[in-house]
Nanobody, 114 residues
């Protein structure tokens, strides 16, 4: 059974930083493209960052230069370092594989106050 567990969210002031982590079980992350998504209230879920099985990365334009995605194949995890956070980054953040997601986890709430 596939399980994704996100952690590391919280409440920070604008300009602050957070590091999100995602631990996977029941799936081998090392052979998958992995991504971080977010969903703000009333909005659709959107892809924020992706790291491919080969190590290539993609960032949504609004987070480029502020967020860094990384992976640890030995621990079957993917992380998201978020710096210079803005109120518009407020959302529930989820990890998953691409291009076809598996069962979504609970996500982790990130709230950025102005």
């Amino acid at each position: 059974q596939v399980q994704l567990v996100e952690s590391g969210g919280g409440l920070v002031q604008a300009g602050g930083s957070l590091r999100l982590s995602c631990a996977a079980s029941g799936i081998d992350f090392s052979i998958k493209n992995r991504g971080w998504y977010r969903q703000a209230p009333g909005e659709q879920r959107e892809l924020v960052a992706e790291v491919s099985s080969g190590g290539g990365v993609y960032y949504r334009g609004s987070v480029k230069g502020r967020f860094t995605i990384s992976r640890d194949n030995t621990k079957n995890t993917v992380s998201l370092e978020m710096n210079n956070l803005k109120p518009e980054d407020t959302a529930v953040y989820y990890c998953n594989v691409l291009p076809i997601p598996v069962q979504w986890g609970q996500g982790t709430q990130v709230t950025v106050s102005s």
